[in-house]
């Protein structure tokens, strides 16, 4: 799907789910926030952020089902929390790792020295490709979910390089979505970005619905 009509869908989607999505968005963030908030006080704590793995799954189950069926109950987050909470913990280790040698690398060569400075740009170039496969590697490993998750790793790989301009530019549509959401919101899971984020990714990462097209 394009880009264009992915970001469109969500929209009119978000807008016809959009109180069920608030409670899926809310939960979720007020997760994420708890987390941080104990990070701060104890920062081995933020190991408890691959416990937002499960969530997340739960709430791309919830985005894959509407972008899928067009209908959404909140039983289904309950339902995609059962289906995929290992996969989603499983997501959530890889992410978690590559953000975290990602930075170590980003920190390592900013302090080396202008010499270093091109590989702390190549790895934050690395970490914006990683970001764009994230796109599209969490729908498909939630829609897919009898297959292994190093098959749907592949798949999701050349996902990216079959579309690699539709890739970046719906990665970033994203990204400054969810920075404007952020500024302007007062509490920022109040935005509702997350949950229209995780559903324009099933709309752009997945084949079209045959009952959406009917």
């Known amino acids: 799907m394009s880009v264009g009509r992915a970001l469109r869908l969500s929209l009119a989607d978000f807008y016809h789910h959009s109180w069920r999505l608030l409670i899926l968005n809310t939960a979720l963030s007020v997760v994420l926030i708890a987390v941080l908030v104990v ?16 969530l997340a799954a739960a709430l791309m189950h919830c985005a894959v089902t509407l972008a899928q069926t067009d209908d959404l109950a909140l039983r289904d987050a309950a339902i995609g929390l059962r289906l995929h909470w290992r996969r989603g913990f499983a997501l959530a280790l890889l992410a978690g790792a590559v953000a975290v040698v990602g930075l170590v690398a980003v920190t390592f060569y900013g302090r080396a020295g202008a010499v270093a400075w091109p590989l702390g740009a190549a790895v934050l170039y690395l970490l914006l490709g990683f970001y764009i496969f994230q796109l599209h590697l969490w729908p ?14 592949r798949t999701a790989f050349f ?27 007062i509490l920022p899971f109040l935005t509702l970005t997350i949950a229209y ?6 709309h752009f990462a997945l084949p079209s619905s045959p009952i959406r097209e009917a």
Do not use: D, K, M, Q
């Not at 933020?46 to 793995?53: E, S, W």
């Not at 498909?140 to 790793?153: D, G, K, M, Q, Y």
């Not at 984020?197 to 099933?202: P, Q, T, V």
């Open 39 to 54: 990070a701060l006080f104890a920062p081995l704590a933020v190991v408890l952020v691959l416990l937002l793995g499960p």
């Open 197 to 202: 984020s995780f559903l324009a990714a099933a």
């Open 159 to 185: 996902a990216v390089l079959r579309r690699p301009l539709a890739s970046v530019g719906f990665g970033l549509a994203l990204l400054l979505v969810n920075t404007l959401g952020f500024a302007a919101a």
């Open 140 to 153: 498909l490993a939630i829609h897919e979910r009898e297959r292994p998750l190093t098959a749907v790793l």
